[in-house]
């Protein structure tokens, strides 16, 4: 054990150091920049966009909304009522597509996380509208 001590260096602890200071750089940029888009919409409306074959469908507007409602959409596909508002979230409840994907994904309520389901080329995305602009979404790539 005294040999592995004796063979790190003074400039071996600094590199580490450095190197793990340097690592949260983008955690802490990111966490700025949410933190700027929460200040910037303050009181925002949220509505659900329900689209169908790349042609919007439905709107309807989330923020406010109490209780639980089926909407009967005679456009979609899989079941004219399989689209479900429970207080201010959305989500598909059944389908007849086979890997059911877009009722695992359960509900939404922000902006940002979408519903989609590809046999019945089904999207259900949710838009900010007032309270402050529009903000771009940020790209995360890896």
């Given amino acids: 054990m005294k040999n592995a001590l004796q063979m790190i260096k003074r400039w071996d602890i600094i590199i580490t150091v450095l190197l793990l200071v340097i690592s949260f750089i ?4 990111f966490s700025y920049q ?6 910037t ?4 409306e949220y509505v659900a966009v329900i689209s169908s074959r790349n042609e919007e469908v439905k709107r ?27 207080n201010e ?17 359960g509900y939404i309520s922000k902006p ?10 089904v999207v ?7 309270g402050g602009e529009d903000v771009d979404p940020l790209i995360i790539s890896s």
């Fill in 124 to 130: 259900i995305t949710i838009e900010t509208v007032g």
């Fill in 89 to 105: 979230e959305i989500r598909i409840e059944s389908s007849t597509c086979p890997e059911q994907i877009c009722v695992n994904t």
């Fill in 41 to 44: 919409t303050e009181n925002p």
């Fill in 26 to 29: 983008p955690v802490s940029i």
């Fill in 60 to 86: 309807v507007t989330l923020t406010g909304h109490k209780g639980t409602e089926r909407l009967n959409i005679p456009e979609i596909e899989c079941n004219p009522n399989t689209v479900e508002l429970h």
């Fill in 112 to 121: 940002g996380p979408a519903i989609v389901c590809l046999p019945h080329q």
């Fill in 34 to 39: 949410q933190a700027k888009v929460e200040a």
